[in-house]
Structure formats: C-alpha cells, structure tokens
C-alpha cells in the first residue's frame, strides 16, 4: 500500500493515490500532530491535552488508543501505540512533503557550502515548491500545531531567502520576484525577504518599485515595532538611489537565525556586561517566567554577531535532549544526516562547522554559546 501525507497546507491523505477521507475532526487532529513529529514519539499526556484541553474525559487515553488504531489501519500499519506515547513509525522523505522539504532544504544548503550555487538553486527551488498554502489553517488555535507550523515556518521562509537570493546572484531576477511578491505582502518585516525583492526590482529596470518597497517597510517597522531598517537594507536603497546596486558576492552564504533584537532593550546592565566581556563558552541565563530571558539572550546574541561571521544559530532547548539540538543545528546549516543516526553525529557537525568557511587569514574566535531556562536544574 502506497501512503502520501501533506501537512505543508491543508491536511491531506492519499492511499495508493486516492484521497482518504478522515471525517472524525479529533482523528484529524491526531494524525495532523503525528505528522508535525514524523520519525519521533509524541508522548500520550501531550496529545491528550491537544485532543481535549485541561478538562479531557476520564477514557481519554481508551479514546485516544481507539483513535490510533482507525488510524493504523488507514496508514497500513504506520502508527503505533505504546501506552507512553504514539510513533509515526520511521517514514522515508517520499511519504510526507514536510519530510521531503527538509531533506531537499539539507541537500541544497550543503551545495550553498560546497560552492555549486546553480545546483543550490535547483534543489530549494524544489523544496519552496511543496508549500502548497498556509499549513494546517483549521488547526490553528490548537498550540501543538502551532507550536510546530510556527518552527518549519522559519525554516521554509530562510529556505524561500536562500534560493531567492541565489537566483538573483544567477541572473534570474524575474523567476525570484514571483515568489517575493506574495512573501513580501505576507511577512512585511522580514529584511532578507525585503531586500531580495528590492535588488531584483533594480535589477529588473524597475528602480521606483524597489525604493517604494524600502519606504513601505520603513512605515511598518516605525508604527508596528517603532524600529529603523537595518543598516544592510539602507545601503542597498542608497545603492539603488545612486544606480550601483552591487553583484552580491558568490559567497558560502552564512547562517544567520537570531530573531529580530528589540529596538528599545533597556536595563540589564550589569548581566550584558558580564556575557559580553567576561569570556565563558557557555552563558545560561535562569530566572521565573516573563522576566525576560529570552530577549536578554538575544539580545548580547546580536551584541556577539559580528565577532562570529560564520553565523549565529538560535535552538530550542524545551523537551528535547542534546541528539535533538545536535540535529537542529546541522540542519541548519546543510548537514547531511538522518535524524537516527546518532552515532558518528557530533564528529559531522565538527566537519560541517570546520568548513563553515574558507580558511582565511583572520583570527577564527571561540563558539559562544548563550542559554536561557527557567532553571538550572532542568539542563543538568
């Protein structure tokens, strides 16, 4: 029996290339949750709180195995029960888009790496091409789904910059544009995304267009987060305003996933002075909720950027152990790995970050890493 998934849009199943029809909404639900966590077991507790909230019924659990078995028969033995937690059972990249997206968006990030830009392009464009719509829409107000969309989101709007970007360094200014338009009305304050459209306008002859872009993204930095373009994209409207919009460089591009900084960070003091001029390879951040851990991470992490011009990475630590974040971190920056291939997996990403860039005459600087938890206890 043939099974395909799509996840990266509306749910939907194919067996032996049919449509399969879920009509119980709560099954949907469950097998739209196991597919967010391919290749891993999701615990029972957790999808018994995403089926029925904080007040579930006392035969939950008896639901919950009912409704995985309906299920197992639909996917032709693919789904398990182990009291514990439910796996999707190992699938290969050919069964699920989102699966298949992240294998291309791996293959194509190594080629960035290896300095083939063309076969680069090629393999993102066909990993941005599985993104179908918004996935998951009638799951939205559920936070396991969202919790997931939200993280293979990131991933595919930075697999959608790659491959724009390097189809403008290839010539394709038109072929980037088609898919910049929609981007850039969606997510109006993503910088990359803003500034690939700008640089392919210019390229395009449509100069005015790329300048009404910057001043449209200035108004809605000003009034939605009371912030400036960044330094880059004002360069480039300089750039265009002059007519000497740049070749960009055809660069082993760099990985760079920190979240925007607040602009009006305030207070702190003592801390950021700490992180930043008393050496540690690891800083860990504790403290109660909503303190502010997390933008004071950031924070010193942009403060540390430029001293580290291979990248800087943000992972999260919450519910996963040093294989899982092992694993984030190589697939975000191109390693080639299966996800249970657990040995030999740190000598990779040694390899993967020793060739992040070329061996140039500059001092090469020490990995900082900074953590925030809500408490040490939970990462000793």
Not at 194 to 221: I, K, N, Q, V, Y
Request: charged letters at 25%; glycine letters at 10%; a positive charge.
């Amino acid at each position: 029996m043939s099974l395909y998934c799509s996840i990266l849009g509306p749910l939907q199943v194919l067996v032996d290339g049919h449509d399969a029809v879920i009509g119980a909404r709560k099954q949907r639900l469950l097998l739209a949750l196991l597919l967010c966590r391919a290749n891993a077991v999701v615990p029972a507790a957790e999808l018994i709180d995403a089926l029925w909230g904080e007040t579930p019924p006392r035969t939950a659990r008896k639901n919950l195995q009912v409704y995985v078995s309906a299920l197992r028969k639909l996917t032709g033995g693919r789904i398990g029960f182990h009291g514990w937690g439910v796996p999707l059972q190992r699938r290969p990249p050919g069964e699920l888009d989102l699966l298949r997206f992240k294998e291309l968006a791996r293959a194509g990030r190594g080629a960035i790496h290896g300095g083939r830009p063309a076969t680069a392009a090629e393999l993102l464009g066909e990993a941005v091409g599985l993104w179908r719509e918004q996935p998951l829409t009638e799951f939205a107000h559920v936070p396991g789904v969202a919790r997931e969309v939200a993280g293979f989101t990131d991933l595919f709007l930075s697999v959608q910059e790659d491959w724009a970007e390097l189809e403008i360094e290839l010539g394709h200014h038109v072929e980037a544009l088609a898919g910049l338009d929609v981007l850039a009305a969606r997510f109006p304050a993503r910088e990359r995304i803003a500034a690939a459209r700008m640089t392919a306008l210019a390229r395009c002859g449509r100069a005015s267009e790329a300048l009404a872009h910057f001043e449209e993204l200035r108004r809605h930095l000003a009034s939605e987060l009371g912030i400036d373009p960044s330094p880059v994209l004002k360069r480039l409207y300089q750039d265009i305003l002059t007519g000497t919009v740049a070749r960009p460089a055809p660069a082993v591009r760099t990985t760079d996933q920190l979240p925007r900084d607040i602009g009006d960070f305030v207070g702190r003091k003592p801390e950021i002075h700490r992180i930043l001029h008393e050496p540690a390879a690891v800083t860990l951040i504790t403290g109660e909720p909503g303190i502010g851990k997390t933008a004071l991470a950031v924070h010193v992490a942009h403060a540390l950027a430029p001293g580290y011009p291979d990248g800087a990475l943000m992972v999260p630590l919450g519910g996963g152990g040093a294989h899982d974040v092992q694993h984030e971190i190589l697939e975000s920056v191109g390693g080639e790995h299966r996800r249970g291939a657990r040995r030999g997996r740190a000598g990779l990403g040694v390899a993967v970050l020793a060739g992040r860039a070329p061996r140039a005459a500059r001092p090469r600087r020490r990995p900082r890493r900074v953590e925030r938890a809500q408490a040490a206890a939970r990462l000793r």
